[in-house]
T-cell receptor, first 114, second 107 residues
Framework: DGGITQSPKYLFRKEGQNVTLSCEQN?????MYWYRQDPGQGLRLIYY???????QKGDIAEGYSVSREKKESFPLTVTSAQKNPTAFYLC?????????????FGPGTRLTVL | KNEVEQSPQNLTAQEGEFITINCSYS?????LHWLQQHPGGGIVSLFM???GKKKHGRLIATINIQEKHSSLHITASHPRDSAVYIC?????????FGTGTSLTVIP
């Protein structure tokens, strides 16, 4: 069964702690993306990677970090520098350029910082 | 300034009604995508368009490149269509998303 998995579904952390969100795909997709969703706002791009060992900042990268050591995995770390980290985080992947390819989304992780 | 505007923001319909959701965008694009987000949060891709019209079951999507406008139609709406519908446009390497239209279909 091909798809994208994100874990955990719900995550609670204390303020000031770094936390890493997992994203794994077995679709053999080259490109992977991290988005943040807040109530009443559209999804916003945090980081994206079009190939292993390379990634680019999106519109709201401050306070986040990523790595892409394997094609299948694109973990996102929410650092203590992120001022308002409570949000719903979605990971996605695609085979290539979004002009010709649909994007597949994971189920999301809801992060709450207490 | 939002590159993608959707209307309406919220929509309630009776089962069986014909539904239209609109999307206008201000950037040059190579494709437009319609996405569906269910209450649990998961998102699925419904359509990818660069011109014309596409149909899948009771869903129809159209795009007018000159007017920078797309519509998503749902015929014979059903309560299981209740979800948030999101328009996203791309110049190729990333998406710009609308804020979504929350649809509730009442039995």
């Amino acid at each position: 069964d091909g798809g994208i998995t994100q874990s955990p579904k719900y995550l609670f952390r204390k303020e000031g702690q770094n936390v890493t969100l997992s994203c794994e795909q077995n679709l053999n997709h080259d490109a992977m993306y991290w988005y943040r969703q807040d109530p009443g706002q559209g999804l916003r791009l945090i980081y994206y990677s079009q190939i292993v060992n390379d990634f680019q900042k999106g519109d709201i990268a401050e306070g986040y970090s990523v790595s892409r050591e394997k094609k299948e995995s694109f973990p996102l770390t929410v650092t203590s520098a992120q001022k308002n980290p409570t949000a719903f985080y979605l990971c996605a992947s695609s085979t290539g350029t979004l002009s010709y390819n649909e994007q597949f989304f994971g189920p999301g992780t809801r992060l709450t910082v207490l | 300034k939002n590159e993608v505007e959707q209307s309406p923001q919220n929509l309630t319909a009776q089962e069986g009604e014909f539904i239209t959701i609109n999307c206008s965008y201000s950037v040059g694009i190579s494709a437009l995508h319609w996405l569906q987000q269910h209450p649990g949060g998961g998102i699925v891709s419904l359509f990818m368009l660069s011109s014309g019209k596409k149909k899948h079951g009771r869903l129809i999507a159209t795009i007018n490149i000159q007017e920078k406008h797309s519509s998503l139609h749902i015929t014979a709406s059903h309560p299981r269509d209740s979800a948030v519908y999101i328009c996203a446009v791309t110049p190729g390497n990333q998406f710009y998303f609308g804020t979504g239209t929350s649809l509730t279909v009442i039995p």
